[in-house]
């Protein structure tokens, strides 16, 4: 799938909906690759994205070329979401304290990026659980992680 999104705009409209609740009115973090799957900056929300290369010249998209200067840039806003994708989540997972996640009921042949696995300093503090329906095409749960 070469880090491209899994299910198509629509398919997943729960997720898409708690994500924008969430992160509206703050810094969202996304490497380039993650830029690329959704095409534009995300409305409500300073977005901000990490990359080796250039810096990108999209209306609503800062650059930073480390996640250290993507937190510096988000400073000024009460929060500051990690999008994605997998080496950013890598990268994020020592300096942050809580994990908002998105956890999908399916396995998808092809799929070749994934979030981390967590180590046991990483405690499950809340699970809702979502059937499929007209606007979700897989079972997903809203899972939050906190570390101890």
């Known amino acids: ?6 299910w198509g705009r629509g398919e997943m409209h729960g997720d898409i909906t708690h994500f924008k609740e969430l992160t509206t009115g703050s810094a969202v973090i996304m ?5 690329d799957s959704i095409g534009v900056a995300l409305p409500n ?8 290369g ?16 993507a937190f510096a840039i988000a400073d000024d806003y ?5 999008m ?3 080496e950013i989540y890598k990268q994020a997972l020592n ?9 999908v009921d399916v396995s998808i042949s092809g799929a070749d990026v994934f979030f981390p696995k967590l180590d046991p300093a990483w405690q499950k503090t809340s699970e ?16 939050t992680y906190e570390k101890r």
């Open 84 to 86: 994605g994708g997998g």
């Open 95 to 103: 300096d942050v304290e809580k994990i908002y996640a998105t956890e």
């Open 128 to 143: 809702e659980q979502f059937p499929v329906d007209n606007d979700n095409i897989y079972p997903y749960s809203f899972v």
């Open 1 to 6: 799938m070469s880090g491209g999104l899994l």
């Open 45 to 52: 929300r300073q977005n901000i994205v990490v990359t080796r």
């Open 78 to 82: 009460k929060d500051a979401f990690i």
């Open 31 to 35: 490497g380039r690759k993650t830029l």
């Open 54 to 69: 250039k810096d990108i010249e999209i209306p609503g998209i800062k650059t930073a070329h480390s996640l250290e200067e």
